[in-house]
């Protein structure tokens, strides 16, 4: 197996070629020598720890956790600012399992087929509205390292972390965004990823911002010493570390070239509203575009987190020998985002839902096992009825996020009867109880189209049936929440 030595001790992969454009599971045995110290680092993925042999304990966010017992299974979460001691006579052992969320990257080249022609103004404008946007949807939560240039290379923006090297080094220059990393030299445009080394000894990755063959700037990252620095006390990044932070910065380029896809489907539908203007035409092909584009905006939202703890899940079985749930989980998920990228329709049939639904509470009971309790009752023929797709597990999801945050044991409960023609959906939580105010409160930013996490709930259906619907959010008996939903459903003859 390969080994990756640094200045505190050493880790020995067990995957042979660590190639992030195939690797699933980054898995290694790290040894840390007697009274040595591991510097402080950023995560970039999270971590399943196994203790082997050894006594030492980690500092987390500043918080110190012990590490001495054998068999102990630890967990640490992506974005973490982690520290590792070996406090004995004897080396610090320790199984590692991380899982970065794979991004393909295909390198685009512009050959003038296919791609859209920007102007200079135009690529500036399409990368700021990216940059906006990203930053309003998720960029401002991250605790990453990064910074964002446009295509002339000026610095567009830029994170407040970076490591604790860079900042003893380098912080007046970063703050003025002349830094060395920040003014290095780049041969514009680009379109396949680069990297360089900084005057400290720092490698810095840089991925293009690619838009329909168009170069709208990069994003440039990492900042990770990958060898030792002579007379520098460094923390020498492991791989997996390496690949998590090519990946991280990979989604973020991918999130801005989707934002801009967005933007591009805004100005499409402006210049349609110009030609169909008042005309029966133009509201019917409006309708139609927005009904579209919010429905496959609603359908991916996925959760990553939910995701990633699924994932860990099957790896903690796979190392416990438990293969039967681990195949059983694997087809739950394939089940989940099969029916998420395959389905074309805004409607399906009531069986389709329920299985897309089934498929996300079996992945839940997986991550809770006897802790979470699951309640189904369905009093109606599934195949007799059409109803919108994926408007059922947005609640489910809702609950679990939200709902059972200081529950230890979990209840779901899901009810579906027929109501002198309509179908009524009932789902209820053992969370905390709200108030009628507060359900009130939910119910108005459900209707006012707010950024509430329970607006596309309502958005669904509304879609689908207009004013055609009900739905109620109330306080359930003796605790949680209760959602129920009447439709005017169409009946499959």
Same mark, same amino acid.
């Given at each position: ?247 991280? +910065? @990979?989604?973020?380029?991918?999130? !801005? $070239? *989707? ?5 591009? =489907? ?5 210049? %349609? ?16 575009? +927005? @009904?579209?584009?919010?429905?496959? !905006? $609603? *359908? ?5 987190? =939910? ?5 860990? %899940? ?16 694997? +087809? ?39 802790? +979470? ?121």
């Amino acid at each position: 197996m390969p080994r990756q030595k640094t200045d505190w001790g050493y880790i020995d992969w067990l995957e042979e070629n660590m190639d992030e454009s195939r690797a699933a599971l980054n898995v290694g045995v790290v040894t840390i020598f007697p009274h040595a110290h591991m510097n402080p680092h950023i995560h970039f993925t999270e971590q399943v720890i196994y203790t082997l042999q050894g006594t030492g304990y980690s500092l987390i966010n500043g918080k110190k956790i012990d590490m001495s017992i054998p068999g102990e299974i630890l967990h640490w979460e992506a974005s973490v600012i982690h520290e590792m001691y070996n406090e004995g006579e004897e080396e610090f052992k320790h199984l590692m399992v991380s899982c970065p969320d794979m991004v393909k990257f295909d390198p685009v080249h512009p050959d003038g087929t296919g791609g859209c022609s920007l102007s200079g103004q135009e690529a500036e404008e399409y990368l700021l509205a990216a940059v906006s946007g990203t930053c309003e949807q998720f960029l401002n939560t991250l605790h990453y390292s990064y910074a964002i240039f446009n295509a002339s290379g000026m610095l567009a923006k830029r994170t407040r972390v970076f490591p604790e090297f860079c900042c003893l080094h380098c912080m007046e220059e970063i703050s003025s965004g002349e830094a060395a990393c920040m003014r290095h030299c780049v041969c514009y445009p680009f379109y396949e990823e680069m990297s360089f080394e900084c005057p400290y000894g720092a490698t810095v990755f840089c991925i293009p911002i690619v838009f329909h063959g168009a170069f709208l700037g990069y994003i440039q990252g990492g900042y990770a010493h990958m060898h030792i620095v002579p007379e520098r006390e460094v923390y020498i990044m492991p791989e997996s570390s390496i690949q998590g932070a090519k990946i991280l +910065l @990979r989604q973020i380029a991918k999130a !801005m $070239t *989707d934002y801009c896809e967005v933007c591009q =489907f805004k100005k499409q539908l402006s210049r %349609q509203e110009l030609e169909l203007a008042d005309t029966h035409q133009y509201q019917e092909v409006l309708i139609e575009n +927005l @009904r579209n584009a919010e429905n496959t !905006m $609603t *359908d991916l939202k996925i959760n990553n987190h =939910f995701l990633f703890n699924t994932l860990n %899940q099957m790896a903690s079985m796979a190392l416990g020998g438990g293969m039967v749930s681990l195949y059983q989980s694997i +087809l739950d998920l394939s089940c989940l985002f099969s029916s998420a990228v395959r389905n074309n329709s805004s409607m399906v049939t009531l069986t389709k839902e329920y299985e897309y639904l089934n498929a996300y509470l079996k992945l839940q009971k997986l991550r809770y096992g006897e802790r +979470l309790f699951l309640n189904r009752v369905i009093e109606t023929d599934m195949e007799e009825w059409k109803v919108p797709f994926n408007f059922l597990m947005p609640i489910a999801e809702n609950a679990f996020i939200h709902g059972f945050s200081q529950e230890e044991d979990k209840r779901f409960s899901l009810a579906v009867r027929e109501q002198k023609e309509q179908l009524v959906f009932v789902m209820e939580n053992n969370g905390t109880r709200p108030s009628r105010e507060e359900c009130g409160s939910v119910m108005n930013k459900m209707r006012e189209n707010s950024s509430h996490g329970l607006a596309m709930v309502y958005r669904k259906p509304y879609s689908v049936y207009g004013e055609n619907f009900s739905i109620e959010f109330a306080p359930g008996v003796p605790d949680g929440v209760r959602i129920t939903i009447a439709l005017q459903a169409e009946r499959i003859l």
